[in-house]
């Protein structure tokens, strides 16, 4: 069964909490909303994006096929529409704290914000790949969550949606600095999981599969290396300043020249094995990315 939560205020009843401040924007104390009611299990899709630092879980939750797992004290994430599945766990509700921002798409209605915050990929990285935050960090996270709080708590006036605004960008450009830095204290697992990622590619360009249509797709990959697309993605350009899908396509290059000069295969026979349904899709990204044609290439070692 699927549970749809629109509205904050729908998540606060199911909460057992009596309505939020404001309708589009709140911070929710975890340990005094233990439980959830009205939902037994099941999936629930919420309708706002939700921010959270948590010790200890009030439910199980599952997003994708990976557990969250929150005893550490970790940051996480949600955007609106996507699933999660929710089993409640009285057991460990006693020990559940930290807090829970939730920020309705509404509220950044008409802010260079309500586009901004979908560019940001931690949303939708899988729970865990959630930030792990130094004492510091969490200090900083949680000065900045307070005082978005205050402002529709105890300071609301006229400013207050505007100063929120600014808190909430300051907010998830901290994160997003975080992370960085969570890439670069975990090189050596980074450098690993590039290392996979090379061969996973090496091995599927020197394969059958390249005799069929179709180019190994970011979601593929991700998936045979356990980790979610936007993770992979920020990961790499932490590495290399360069996408999946960016990798994907240097390493289809380096095989393009490779049959373009090491074989008499022509270049319609060579897109195809790579995976090109049309030979025009082929030419066009091999010279941009080479600045030559692929037959100009080929020319070139005569």
Same mark, same amino acid.
């Given at each position: 069964?699927?549970?749809?939560?629109?509205?904050?205020?729908?998540?606060?009843?199911?909460?057992?909490?009596?309505?939020?401040?404001?309708?589009?924007?709140?911070?929710?104390?975890?340990?005094?909303?233990?439980?959830?009611?009205?939902?037994?299990?099941?999936?629930?899709?919420?309708?706002?994006?939700?921010?959270?630092?948590?010790?200890?879980?009030?439910?199980?939750?599952?997003?994708?096929?990976?557990?969250?797992?929150?005893?550490?004290?970790?940051?996480?994430?949600?955007?609106?529409?996507?699933?999660?599945?929710?089993?409640?766990?009285?057991?460990?509700?006693?020990?559940?704290?930290?807090?829970?921002?939730?920020?309705?798409?509404?509220?950044?209605?008409?802010?260079?914000?309500?586009?901004?915050?979908?560019?940001?990929?931690?949303?939708?990285?899988?729970?865990?790949?959630?930030?792990?935050?130094?004492?510091?960090?969490?200090?900083?996270?949680?000065?900045?969550?307070?005082?978005? /709080?205050? @402002?529709?708590?105890?300071?609301? +006036?006229?400013?207050?949606?505007? %100063? #929120?605004? &600014? $808190?909430?960008?300051?907010? *998830?450009?901290?994160?997003?600095?975080?992370?960085?830095?969570?890439?670069?204290?975990?090189?050596?697992?980074?450098?690993?999981?590039?290392?996979?990622?090379?061969?996973?590619?090496?091995?599927?360009?020197?394969?059958?599969?390249?005799?069929?249509?179709?180019?190994?797709?970011?979601?593929?990959?991700?998936?045979?290396?356990?980790?979610?697309?936007?993770?992979?993605?920020?990961?790499?350009?932490?590495?290399?300043?360069?996408?999946?899908?960016?990798?994907?396509?240097?390493?289809?290059?380096?095989? /393009?020249? @490779?049959?373009?000069?090491?074989? +008499?295969?022509?270049?319609?026979? %060579? #897109?195809? &094995? $790579?995976?090109?349904?049309? *030979?025009?899709?082929?030419?066009?990204?091999?010279?941009?990315?080479?600045?030559?044609?692929?037959?100009?290439?080929?020319?070139?070692?005569?």
């Amino acid at each position: 069964m699927i549970h749809q939560i629109k509205t904050i205020g729908q998540f606060y009843k199911l909460r057992n909490l009596p309505q939020p401040e404001h309708p589009l924007i709140s911070v929710i104390d975890i340990a005094t909303a233990p439980i959830y009611n009205q939902i037994e299990s099941g999936n629930v899709v919420f309708g706002f994006y939700v921010i959270s630092l948590k010790k200890g879980s009030t439910a199980e939750t599952k997003y994708g096929r990976l557990p969250e797992d929150f005893n550490a004290g970790v940051l996480g994430f949600r955007a609106p529409g996507q699933v999660v599945k929710v089993t409640p766990n009285k057991a460990v509700s006693a020990i559940a704290s930290g807090w829970m921002l939730c920020i309705h798409p509404d509220f950044l209605w008409h802010t260079p914000l309500a586009r901004k915050i979908k560019a940001y990929d931690f949303f939708y990285y899988d729970f865990n790949e959630a930030l792990f935050l130094s004492e510091e960090e969490q200090t900083t996270i949680n000065t900045i969550v307070a005082n978005i /709080a205050h @402002e529709f708590q105890k300071a609301r +006036d006229i400013f207050s949606e505007k %100063i #929120a605004i &600014a $808190l909430i960008d300051a907010l *998830l450009a901290y994160i997003e600095r975080f992370y960085q830095r969570q890439f670069n204290t975990n090189k050596v697992a980074s450098h690993k999981l590039l290392d996979k990622l090379d061969d996973l590619l090496n091995r599927y360009f020197d394969s059958e599969k390249l005799s069929k249509p179709g180019l190994p797709t970011v979601a593929a990959v991700a998936e045979a290396l356990h980790i979610s697309p936007h993770y992979l993605s920020a990961m790499l350009r932490s590495i290399t300043g360069k996408n999946t899908q960016q990798h994907i396509h240097e390493k289809l290059i380096v095989k /393009a020249k @490779e049959l373009l000069s090491t074989t +008499d295969l022509s270049v319609s026979e %060579i #897109a195809y &094995a $790579l995976g090109f349904e049309h *030979l025009q899709s082929f030419s066009k990204l091999f010279k941009t990315k080479t600045n030559q044609s692929p037959l100009e290439f080929r020319q070139s070692f005569n």
